[in-house]
């Protein structure tokens, strides 16, 4: 495997899109910062990464606590320059509007919207004095229209969309790539499958076509070609969603 002398955080490396997202740098030569709240989970992660002759460091993270942040990445930009960034935090809840609570609103919001504000700026208070960088942020259907129950979880992505603009216009003069990706689909998880088959039972599971999901491995793979593009081409926005996706 390649080494590459930077590192690449992902900060939500959950069990399938922020998994894949970090073999997917691992593989090019990255040291990979993951963090996720229960730190403790990443452990497949990391014997994935290692087994396959990558370099991982696995870190308990709370996003939402501007001191975790700051420690995590200046962590990761001790052990090598900080190159690239992906905030990969969801909180996607459904709940109906009479029935969203202040609690829950609030929680949505600072996962994923004020902990993507946080992540942004460090990440970028250590690329900006180089003059090189990337900064991904994972947005979803609901951060272009809300929809029936996602009050809470469209108001917070549509606020990440925003941070991700409004960062892009300041930090692309300043050689800093900030991209928003949009995956408007269901992602082949566990957690999906189940709201499936609790919504139509075994016959709506068995009606899905393959591919008709979008596996983590093909946002990775997003992911890694906004970081290959060269900067007269750059995008801010980037939709992905399978062939089958009505939009």
Not at 84 to 98: D, E, T
Not at 165 to 194: K, M, W
Not at 209 to 232: G, T
Request: neutral net charge; glycine residues 8%; proline residues 4%.
């Amino acid at each position: 495997m390649p080494e590459k002398n930077a590192t690449a955080a992902v900060i939500g490396a959950g069990d399938f899109i922020g998994a894949a997202i970090a073999r997917r740098f691992a593989a090019a030569g990255f040291t990979v910062f993951a963090g996720r709240r229960n730190g403790d989970k990443l452990a497949p992660l990391v014997a994935d990464i290692e087994g396959a002759g990558g370099r991982v460091v696995a870190r308990s993270l709370d996003a939402r606590k501007e001191e975790e942040i700051v420690a995590f990445l200046a962590d990761a930009e001790r052990h090598a320059p900080l190159e690239v960034c992906i905030f990969n935090i969801g909180a996607n809840v459904n709940f109906p509007l009479l029935e969203t609570t202040e609690r829950v609103f609030r929680k949505v919001w600072e996962m994923g919207c004020y902990s993507g504000f946080l992540a942004t700026r460090e990440a970028a208070r250590h690329m900006l004095p180089r003059g090189r960088g990337c900064i991904f942020l994972t947005g979803a259907t609901a951060s272009l229209r809300g929809n029936v129950g996602y009050s809470a979880f469209a108001s917070a992505k549509f606020g990440l969309r925003a941070v991700a603009q409004s960062a892009a216009r300041e930090l692309g003069p300043r050689n800093i790539h900030v991209a928003h990706l949009i995956i408007d689909a269901g992602v082949d998880t566990a957690f999906v499958r189940e709201r499936i088959k609790a919504a139509g039972g075994e016959e709506a599971l068995a009606r899905i076509e393959p591919d008709q999901l979008m596996r983590p491995e093909s946002v990775a793979e997003a992911y890694w070609q906004l970081y290959q593009q060269p900067r007269d081409a750059w995008s801010f926005e980037h939709e992905i969603r399978p062939f089958a996706e009505k939009w």
